[in-house]
């Protein structure tokens, strides 16, 4: 079981990551632009990801992957932290990032990473 803790955790290996809080709950953000943040039910976490796998998440385990109607127009998934696999997690907090970084940024964390 996932925890805004360990949410914590995975994304302090990624560069440049500042926490802060968006609309009143904790959230992490890479250079001032928001990637994940927790909702205000602190049990579900909100992430950026392709619309295309957002509905691969969504039609392969409703009940982890899901959206609201606030969310539908946006590249968004909420992840139900009780229900999610640590190294899903890990991965959909990298995409998240990556979607947001800045392109040099993302550069340099591949290059120190490798692929």
Known sequence: MASWESVRELAADL????????YGTPALRVRKKLFARLRED??????????????ALIQGDPQTFYITPHYADYPAVLIDLARVDAEELRELLIESWRRRAPKRLREAYDAQSGP
């Open 15 to 22: 560069p440049e990551v500042i926490e802060g809080s968006s």
């Open 42 to 55: 602190s049990e579900t976490l909100v992430v950026f990801t392709d619309p295309l796998e957002r509905e």
